[in-house]
């Protein structure tokens, strides 16, 4: 299963957990799956059903360019990070 590290700001929306273990094949179907649990934990994330602008996803330690359609391995460590935005 893979591993969704929960931003610290959003651990009181799945019980005070820090990481969740879930099944899924990409982003999208994971956060399908938490949605039934943990709807909250999901809205916080999404926008109009696509990952909020000011949020990246890094899966296994490198920023994901392809957002909720990134494959997923099974061990595989999912963190939503604050987009960086340079200026």
Do not use: Q
């Amino acid at each position: 299963m893979a591993t969704v590290f929960v931003p610290k700001a959003l651990e009181a929306s799945v019980g005070g957990k820090a990481e969740i273990e879930v099944e899924g094949a990409t982003v999208r179907r994971v956060l399908d799956a938490l949605a039934a649990d943990h709807p909250e934990f999901v809205d916080a994330l999404l926008e109009g059903g696509n990952l909020r602008s000011d949020l990246a996803v890094a899966i296994d330690g490198e920023i994901s360019t392809v957002g909720l359609r990134a494959p997923l391995e099974p061990d595989s460590e999912v963190h939503f990070i604050p987009a960086l935005v340079g200026g």
